[in-house]
């Protein structure tokens, strides 16, 4: 009975916005509060969790959950959404749609450039939500469809969150499974290295999908394999080359910039160009200030993150705030930083960037305001999916689930690691959290079936955890809002499932048959 009760939560999501075909926002309060009812009466009865936890602890463990949510989250969410409506205040969103539609004739050129070139970028280099949100609020500005929108940003959002936010998940991930709490420098290569390695094959085969998805027709399929071995392989190399010599912080960063490099050149030497007369009106300084946005959005991401240390330093040291919640041991905090978090950056890089292109304070300040209440029920999705892993983590029932599933598995559970991962991106959203769950489990796994090498089970954690995030309610929630259409999550939950399933399959034949490959 324990696993059913810690699955509850999981099913319930899926029927509700799978089979009653219920609004987000809708679905996950209500799954909330189940989840919050089956830790109240039913976790200490099937052995989920301490006593002190079910006395109040889950009521703390909802606070966390609404305070994670909202710092930084909602608050990125907001940011990145926030930029792009600056875009549509000031006009220069045409400028951008013009460069994009003046590169290449081919629209699988122009999505794949965006959502897997510079939405590789910018998970990189931010992380949570940013690589959705933008790419997809594009895409609709130059005319696609929003289900299609959605659901390729979601699919391309996959490989690179695993070195998302220059890295985290897999420096995380690193730290959790080492004796000593701190992971060497060479643990974090070795564990980087066996990532990118395990999704290899998906480097080459999602390219593949989002051009398929793009244009399905017979005539295409030689021009979209070549496409993608193409921007899959460089994408690829590079990414095993940052990873087995640089680290974790720079794979998905790199890799981002290389597919941006390799789809421009093809673009240049194998397609027609798009509608050049309506670029020729553009000057220079017209197509600077049109992307001045994002440039400053990233350049200010680019020297506020580890890459340069002493500011990264400075700005996590500086207006940190510290809550001690009562569910957490002695000396572990909830923080958040004002001046380190990737919304100031989105904040700062709109704010300058529309100022340039000529918005008024004014404008800009209602932009927000307009911005803030759209937004209005993905607060109330991710509040209640993020407060969901919160109780689900603390009340013991993801545990029961991954030690449910390495106990059915035995000798086969390299098969199913990355399953694991996925589930709890699935549930918090997040790769970061995934690997704070489930890293240590992993590594005990392996020692438990005498596993060769226990840094490449670890690794498959991640590697799940990136398949998981093409359905996590969150990210799903970040493209409904995106794209406009709030509610939809379960139209884009189906859309996008067996795209999700297929990832955790490959991912897992590459854990099982892969070991000793590096």
Sequence with gaps: MDILFAILPILLLFVLMLGLKMAGHKSAFITLVITVTVALFLSQRFGFAPDNFVQSGVWWAVVEGVLKATFPILIIILMAIYSYNVLLKSGEIEVIKRQFTSLSDDKGVTVLLLVWGFGGLLEGMAGFGTAVAIPAAILISLGFKPGFSALVALIANSVPTGFGAAGVPVTTLANEVAESGVATHQDILDISTKVVVQLSPLMIILPFVILMLTDSRAKALVKNITLALWVGGVSLVVQFLSARYMGAETPAILGGVASIIAIILYAKLFT???????????????????????????????????????????????????????????????????????????????????????????????????????????????????????????????????????????????????????????????????????????????????????????????????????????????????????????????????????????????????????
């Excluded at 440039?295 to 240390?309: A, D, R």
Aim: net charge neutral.
């Design 272 to 518: 027609k160009p798009g509608k050049k007369e309506e670029t020729a009106k553009d000057t220079t300084a017209d197509i600077l200030k049109a992307w001045s946005i994002y440039f400053f959005i990233l350049l200010f991401i680019i020297l506020s993150g580890p890459l340069v240390p002493p500011i990264n330093d400075f700005l996590k040291s500086t207006l940190v705030t510290n809550i001690h919640l009562p569910i957490y041991p002695e000396g572990k905090y909830f923080s958040f930083g004002w001046m380190s978090n990737a919304g100031l950056m989105l904040f700062l890089g709109t704010v300058i960037g529309g100022v340039i292109q000529g918005v008024s304070l004014s404008d800009l300040v209602k932009v927000l305001g307009q911005t803030t209440i759209n937004l209005r029920k993905t607060v109330v999705t991710i509040v209640s999916l993020v407060s969901i892993a919160s109780v689900m983590s603390y009340s013991g029932m993801i545990l029961v689930i991954a030690t449910a599933l390495a106990d059915a598995t035995g000798s086969y559970y390299p098969l199913v690691a990355p399953l694991i991962g996925a589930i709890g991106t699935f549930v918090t959203g997040s790769d970061t959290s995934a690997n704070i769950l489930f890293g240590k489990l992993q590594a005990n796994v392996a020692t438990q079936i005498n596993y060769a090498d226990p840094n490449w089970l670890v690794a498959a954690n991640t590697s799940g955890a990136t398949g998981g995030k093409i359905i996590s309610p969150q990210s799903i929630a970040i493209a409904t809002a995106s794209c406009g259409v709030e509610g939809q999550d379960g139209k884009i939950l189906a859309s996008a499932l067996p795209y999700a399933v297929g990832y955790i399959v490959i991912a897992g034949l590459m854990v099982f048959f892969g070991v000793g490959l590096i």
